[in-house]
């Protein structure tokens, strides 16, 4: 692990671990009973001083393995001369816990306290339960203690990559939320100016226009009323102009064909089809003779139809999908169907806090325009959803 990585906490274990390893093996040299034995222990922390300052030992399991091979030898060596070398075993089950994977990790840790064992007898020491129970003992802690921290430390890295990605995903649903906002504002705008001022000024227009033609031919009000009449044209076409510059910026370059046939595209971000993913591929087609719609009849169709495809995408499952606008003679329609699992729109729950808003949010536009708004679906059957809005006077 690099060190720069360490906590204070396992900074102080690691400084411990290091003075138990220093303390030990200055006892074995100590009690050494041949110089051997003392140049051993000088070689052993030698080693174990050089590996722990190699940042290739940290780096890379296999230089770890090396050198836990060189420290092993040469601790065996030394246990080979005193059986004071023993404890040192204690230090060393938590280096090689740490450095090796576990699958080779434990084994080692086996055949430690297996050395430390026969060390000991084999020095001539009197056999009792403590010969055994201590290094098995050791070993049995140290695993315990290393494998528990490794479990908390991926539970940590764990929660704290959770947090990075909440945080994330806080801040795109805040600038989600804020486009959101900004889209609906202007939505709300542009049919406010649609219904209100727009509708206002072409009544005045054809009221002018009536009084006009009822005029006496060379009445002196004739003039006024044809400025009049003009002035109510301008202001209505600049109220237009306003209202298409509100419109969605789906709509702004474009008919709403065009809007429906670019939600259609592979890569759209309805989420459908395209390469890599699983989502459903999506056709598009006109029926009958398009008309200029008013603004307010193209942000709905174009909405319902945006809502209608990604419930498709979520939660269909669908291979297929088509999306039909049909120009009638007193009305527009649109037609979203599906070939997915269905559903029974009778046991469609109420919007909650988790979702449930697609459908009556759908409804409400087509119904807040005059119009109607059906889905048929059945389990195994597809989903179709239709929308008819009733054409205003004069398109």
Same mark, same amino acid.
């Given at each position: 692990?690099?060190?720069?990585?360490?906590?204070?906490?396992?900074?102080?274990?690691?400084?411990?671990?290091?003075?138990?390893?220093?303390?030990?093996?200055?006892?074995?040299?100590?009690?050494?009973?041949?110089?051997? !034995?003392? %140049?051993? &222990? =000088?070689? $052993?922390?030698?080693? @174990?001083? #050089?590996?722990?300052?190699?940042?290739?030992? *940290? +780096?890379?399991?296999?230089?770890?393995?090396?050198?836990?091979?060189?420290?092993?030898?040469?601790?065996?060596?030394?246990?080979?001369?005193?059986?004071?070398?023993?404890?040192?075993?204690?230090?060393?089950?938590?280096?090689?816990?740490?450095?090796?994977?576990?699958?080779?990790?434990?084994?080692?840790?086996?055949?430690?306290?297996?050395?430390?064992?026969?060390?000991?007898?084999?020095?001539?020491?009197?056999?009792?339960?403590?010969?055994?129970?201590?290094?098995?003992? !050791?070993? %049995?802690? &140290? =695993?315990? $203690?290393?494998?528990? @921290?490794? #479990?908390?430390?991926?539970?940590?890295?764990? *929660? +704290?990559?959770?947090?990075?990605?909440?945080?994330?995903?806080?801040?795109?649903?805040?600038?989600?939320?804020?486009?959101?906002?900004?889209?609906?504002?202007?939505?709300?705008?542009?049919?406010?100016?649609?219904?209100?001022?727009?509708?206002?000024?072409?009544?005045?227009?054809?009221?002018?226009?009536?009084?006009?033609?009822?005029?006496?031919?060379?009445?002196?009000?004739?003039?006024?009323?044809?400025?009049?009449?003009?002035?109510?044209?301008?202001?209505?076409?600049?109220?237009?102009?306003?209202?298409?510059?509100?419109?969605?910026?789906?709509?702004?370059?474009?008919?709403?064909?065009?809007?429906?046939?670019?939600?259609?595209?592979?890569?759209?971000?309805?989420?459908?089809?395209?390469?890599?993913?699983?989502?459903?591929?999506?056709?598009?087609?006109?029926?009958?003779?398009?008309?200029?719609?008013?603004?307010?009849?193209?942000?709905?169709?174009?909405?319902?139809?945006?809502?209608?495809?990604?419930?498709?995408?979520?939660?269909?499952?669908?291979?297929?999908?088509?999306?039909?606008?049909?120009?009638?003679?007193?009305?527009?329609?649109?037609?979203?169907?599906?070939?997915?699992?269905?559903?029974?729109?009778?046991?469609?729950?109420?919007?909650?806090?988790?979702?449930?808003?697609?459908?009556?949010?759908?409804?409400?536009?087509?119904?807040?325009?005059?119009?109607?708004?059906?889905?048929?679906?059945?389990?195994?059957?597809?989903?179709?959803?239709?929308?008819?809005?009733?054409?205003?006077?004069?398109?």
């Amino acid at each position: 692990m690099d060190p720069r990585a360490l906590t204070p906490a396992l900074r102080a274990l690691r400084l411990c671990l290091h003075l138990l390893m220093a303390g030990l093996l200055t006892l074995a040299a100590v009690r050494a009973d041949s110089a051997a !034995g003392t %140049a051993l &222990a =000088v070689v $052993t922390g030698a080693v @174990y001083a #050089a590996g722990s300052h190699l940042p290739s030992v *940290r +780096r890379s399991q296999r230089a770890a393995a090396v050198w836990l091979g060189v420290l092993g030898a040469s601790w065996l060596a030394l246990l080979w001369q005193t059986p004071e070398a023993l404890w040192v075993a204690f230090p060393l089950y938590f280096v090689q816990l740490h450095l090796l994977p576990a699958r080779w990790s434990l084994p080692v840790v086996a055949l430690t306290a297996g050395a430390a064992i026969l060390s000991y007898v084999g020095h001539g020491a009197a056999l009792n339960p403590g010969v055994f129970i201590g290094p098995l003992l !050791g070993a %049995a802690v &140290a =695993v315990a $203690t290393v494998l528990g @921290y490794q #479990a908390l430390y991926r539970e940590s890295e764990r *929660r +704290r990559r959770l947090i990075e990605e909440l945080i994330t995903t806080r801040a795109e649903l805040a600038t989600a939320e804020r486009h959101a906002g900004t889209l609906a504002e202007r939505e709300r705008l542009a049919r406010e100016i649609h219904d209100t001022l727009a509708q206002g000024l072409s009544s005045i227009q054809l009221l002018l226009r009536a009084a006009e033609r009822a005029l006496p031919p060379g009445s002196p009000a004739a003039g006024h009323i044809d400025r009049a009449r003009r002035a109510a044209q301008d202001n209505l076409a600049e109220a237009r102009r306003f209202v298409r510059a509100l419109s969605p910026p789906d709509l702004e370059h474009g008919s709403l064909a065009g809007a429906l046939e670019r939600l259609c595209e592979p890569g759209a971000g309805s989420g459908t089809h395209g390469p890599g993913d699983a989502g459903p591929r999506v056709r598009f087609s006109v029926s009958g003779t398009p008309v200029e719609l008013p603004t307010p009849y193209e942000v709905a169709l174009l909405r319902i139809a945006q809502s209608a495809l990604a419930n498709t995408v979520r939660h269909a499952a669908a291979s297929r999908a088509e999306i039909t606008l049909s120009f009638m003679d007193a009305s527009v329609t649109l037609d979203v169907v599906d070939d997915g699992k269905g559903f029974d729109p009778a046991s469609v729950r109420r919007p909650s806090s988790d979702g449930g808003f697609g459908l009556p949010a759908m409804r409400s536009r087509a119904e807040s325009l005059g119009g109607t708004f059906t889905v048929e679906s059945a389990p195994g059957q597809g989903t179709a959803v239709a929308v008819s809005l009733p054409l205003p006077a004069g398109v």
